[in-house]
């Protein structure tokens, strides 16, 4: 099975922070990574797909990057709103596989 | 508009199987590609992958679950139907229903989850 570690888990932030999250998985997973927002008491949301392919509707302050088994999700400027739990996800293989998350709280 | 709907017990006790149905919109089980799976997340905790099943009949299950695992889909319904048997404590969380429209399954669409208790 593949496991995906990221890191950190948990970062303290301010609005207007860039904001850097990463993932690796342990084996090569061709770029099918996904990253996920949630909230508390929400269901996740997908962010980014094709470990760089920004999904429909999402603010252009998220992007992607990372090829073969490292991976990263960038936010260029934190806006309230994004204080939440990030999740990576590789489905390049079964069993799909999800990171710990990321926490960010405020600072 | 795709939307995903969860149902089911929200208690139920240690041993018995717990039967969760999504019921869906704004697509079609029977389209090239589609699949219909569940996640779980237990409170505080990572999500996990439970099963898949795909427009042609394909399944897929978590290997650490497979076994208590059963998944089916009822085209005529738009409902896909998640049992899991010898429910325990520590499969107590809230249960998600997710759809993909490719291959590899990238999990676009999520219902909203349904939490589901195990305690005697």
């Known amino acids: 099975d593949i496991q995906m570690t990221q890191s950190p888990s948990s970062l303290s932030v301010s609005i207007g922070d860039r904001v850097t999250i990463t993932c690796r998985a342990s084996q090569v997973i061709n770029n099918y990574l996904a990253w996920f927002q949630q909230k508390p008491g929400k269901a996740p949301k997908p962010l980014i797909y094709a470990a760089s392919s920004l999904h429909s509707g999402v603010p252009s302050r998220f992007s992607g990057s990372g090829s073969g088994t490292d991976f990263t999700l960038t936010i260029s400027s934190l806006q309230p709103e994004d204080f939440a739990t990030y999740y990576c996800q590789q489905y390049y293989v079964y069993p799909l596989a999800f990171g710990q998350g990321t926490r960010l709280a405020i600072k | 508009q795709i939307t995903l709907e969860e149902s089911g017990p929200t208690l139920v006790k240690p041993t018995q199987t717990l039967t969760l149905t999504c019921t869906f919109s704004?697509?079609?089980?029977?389209?090239?590609?589609?699949?219909v799976g569940w996640i779980r997340q237990p409170p505080g905790k990572a999500l996990e992958w439970l099963a898949l099943?795909?427009?042609?009949?394909?399944?897929r299950y978590s290997p650490s679950l497979k076994s208590r695992l059963f998944i089916t889909k009822d085209t005529s319904k738009n409902q896909v139907v998640l049992t899991m048997t010898n429910m325990d404590p520590v499969d107590t969380g809230t249960y998600f229903c997710?759809?993909?429209?490719?291959?590899?399954?990238?999990?676009?669409?999520w219902g909203q989850g349904t939490l589901v208790t195990v305690s005697s």
């Open positions: 704004g697509f079609s089980l029977k389209s090239r590609r589609v699949g």
């Open positions: 099943i795909y427009w042609d009949n394909e399944k």
């Open positions: 997710v759809h993909s429209d490719r291959l590899p399954p990238y999990l676009a669409y």
